[in-house]
């Protein structure tokens, strides 16, 4: 898809040596649960997230992209869906989420 549609494709790594271990996921127990509570609220806080994309993004422009966009997959995407696009560093945001998550949950998000 990137060759065809002559895009160039980044992937930052913004947990850095702290990513969640996929062996607690989903939750299998109650420390496993304050875990990934700690984990959204420290590294992976979904604000501070949003900053780092937003810091990306413009790292980008600043290097000659004119459009810049972000994937995201998951409810990190829908909670800092906005930021970015406040920010217009952004030019489109494609979501990925379960089917168990509404247009409605994500459109309250979004800017107009």
Known sequence: MAKTSRAQVFMPD??????????KFPSKTEQDKQDLQNFFGGIANPPATATKLVDFANVLKGEGFKKVGALGYCWGNVLFAVRPFESQSLSILLIIRRKSCRLGCIKRRLPP
């Open 14 to 23: 913004f947990f850095g040596e702290n990513p969640y271990p996929l062996e």
